[in-house]
């Protein structure tokens, strides 16, 4: 299905941006893992996987918050057909009790991040006119969540990005679409949520079951591929029924 497509991930050494990169090279993609330096060790594991598929995989350096990392990085990948902007941040906090650090480093991470990143990468998509950018939301973008008030904010400014981005490069021939997750259960999310906690919020999906990193990339799959070649501009949930607007 993407055969012959050269993907970059960014955050893609662990998590949901792990399982994207490895469901993208199932179909048929070579993965390009754009992470910090210090998860260089993290991802060479996933490429052996991905190799094994058949599929080639590099990893390249990236600070997505600093201009001149990810000009670097775009110059180290090389051609890029699909870009997922995945990187990102959550450290729970009430509103009120928010640091101006905490609060700008979220926005730096989650939402500048994609700004810098799809905007080093638009030239060379404008000039082969194709491209598919696709970036990694959150449910918590559609209402917000108590302690991740910042979080749920920046991920707001994620789809509104994916929308205004859409309109402007569309006649390039360039789609740009977002994917809302509802509760995955990486790592972080498998500490957190425990006993009653889980429970509750299982029985809150229509399906009864919270997500794994890999329902994700099932999205990632579809907005890479040629199946969504009309489509741009969208937001899907990824949730299992927990939500529905």
Same mark, same amino acid.
């Given at each position: 299905m993407l055969s012959e497509r050269r993907v970059l991930v960014t955050g893609g050494a662990q998590g949901i941006g792990a399982a994207i990169a490895l469901g993208l090279a199932k179909a048929g993609a070579d993965i390009v893992i754009a992470?910090?330096?210090?998860q260089s060790g993290t991802a060479e594991a996933l490429m052996t996987k991905i190799t094994e598929? $058949?599929?080639?995989?590099?990893f390249v350096e990236i600070d997505v918050t600093d201009k001149a990392s990810v000009e670097a990085a775009v110059e180290a990948a090389g051609q890029i057909?699909?870009?997922v902007n995945n990187a990102g941040i959550l450290v729970p906090s009430r509103l009120e009790d928010l640091d101006e650090a905490s609060w700008q480093k979220h926005f730096d991470i989650n939402a500048k991040g994609v700004l810098l990143c799809t905007n080093a990468f638009l030239p060379q998509m404008r000039e082969r006119k194709f491209g598919r950018v696709i970036n990694i939301a959150s449910l918590a973008a559609r209402q917000g969540i108590p302690t991740e008030g910042h979080y749920a904010a920046t991920k707001a400014t994620v789809v509104t990005l994916t929308r205004v981005y859409a309109q402007e490069v569309g006649e390039d021939g360039i789609t740009v679409n977002a994917i809302c997750? $509802?509760?995955?259960?990486?790592?972080?999310a498998q500490n957190k949520l425990v006993g009653a906690d889980r429970e509750y919020w299982t029985n809150a999906t229509s399906l009864k079951r919270l997500g794994d990193p890999g329902d994700v990339a099932g999205a990632a799959v579809?907005?890479?591929s040629d199946l969504a070649d009309y489509v741009t501009g969208q937001a899907l949930n990824v949730c299992g029924g927990l939500y529905f607007h």
């Amino acid at each position: 299905m993407l055969s012959e497509r050269r993907v970059l991930v960014t955050g893609g050494a662990q998590g949901i941006g792990a399982a994207i990169a490895l469901g993208l090279a199932k179909a048929g993609a070579d993965i390009v893992i754009a992470d910090l330096a210090a998860q260089s060790g993290t991802a060479e594991a996933l490429m052996t996987k991905i190799t094994e598929l $058949g599929q080639r995989a590099e990893f390249v350096e990236i600070d997505v918050t600093d201009k001149a990392s990810v000009e670097a990085a775009v110059e180290a990948a090389g051609q890029i057909d699909v870009l997922v902007n995945n990187a990102g941040i959550l450290v729970p906090s009430r509103l009120e009790d928010l640091d101006e650090a905490s609060w700008q480093k979220h926005f730096d991470i989650n939402a500048k991040g994609v700004l810098l990143c799809t905007n080093a990468f638009l030239p060379q998509m404008r000039e082969r006119k194709f491209g598919r950018v696709i970036n990694i939301a959150s449910l918590a973008a559609r209402q917000g969540i108590p302690t991740e008030g910042h979080y749920a904010a920046t991920k707001a400014t994620v789809v509104t990005l994916t929308r205004v981005y859409a309109q402007e490069v569309g006649e390039d021939g360039i789609t740009v679409n977002a994917i809302c997750p $509802g509760i995955i259960l990486t790592e972080m999310a498998q500490n957190k949520l425990v006993g009653a906690d889980r429970e509750y919020w299982t029985n809150a999906t229509s399906l009864k079951r919270l997500g794994d990193p890999g329902d994700v990339a099932g999205a990632a799959v579809y907005f890479a591929s040629d199946l969504a070649d009309y489509v741009t501009g969208q937001a899907l949930n990824v949730c299992g029924g927990l939500y529905f607007h």
